[in-house]
């Protein structure tokens, strides 16, 4: 992209320093950089590599078959730029319930509280427009950071699933955390 281009985005769903775009596949390689960052896939499902060409062939077979998952890029409103990558998974279009996911890919805005941002506009989304019943995320319990987005966006916890994951020498439990509609709408209250 020349100096002149503008990378031009065009939001789905708007919140204050991020906005959540459809995917981009002019941004595939971003994406298959965070997909194999070390440091960035640490505590996510992603523990094989992931090429160009396969992210974007699951894009395409995603088109082609019954949404199973809702996939947004964020974007940081200031900066303008790429950030990562969230969204509902996993979607149960009968019993009404879905997996929260969000990744950020650029180490820089860790910790800068871009992650309950992100869940919260992805379970509103979640609860108003897709009509969902439960929304649930797993998180592992080396994994601090989440542990304190799933409680910032009121993620209740369910259950402990133990050494459920190998990471760094080691198997680690998974905690499991939902909300309901119900309770999402009683707290916008």
Not at 47 to 56: A, N, Q, V
Not at 69 to 82: G, I, N, Q
Not at 157 to 172: M, N, T
């Amino acid at each position: 992209m020349t100096n002149k281009e503008k990378d031009v985005t065009v939001p789905f769903l708007e919140g204050e320093i991020i906005n959540l775009c459809p995917l981009k596949m002019e941004h595939a390689t971003l994406y298959t950089k965070w997909s194999n960052d070390p440091e960035v896939r640490r505590y996510s499902r992603n523990t094989l590599p992931w090429s160009i060409d396969e992210i974007k062939k699951w894009s395409e077979l995603e088109e082609q078959r019954v949404k199973k998952e809702v996939v947004f890029e964020v974007w940081h409103r200031k900066d303008e730029k790429s950030i990562g990558i969230a969204g509902l998974g996993d979607i149960n279009w009968l019993n009404r319930n879905a997996n929260l996911f969000v990744t950020i890919g650029e180490q820089e805005y860790w910790s800068q509280n871009i992650g309950p941002e992100v869940g919260k506009l992805l379970i509103n989304y979640g609860f108003e427009e897709l009509n969902l019943h439960k929304i649930f995320a797993g998180i592992f319990t080396p994994n601090k950071r989440s542990l304190r987005t799933a409680e910032k966006i009121g993620l209740k916890y369910e259950a402990r699933l133990k050494e459920q994951i190998y990471v760094d020498g080691e198997f680690v439990d998974e905690m499991k955390f939902a909300i309901f509609k119900k309770d999402w709408v009683n707290s916008k209250r």
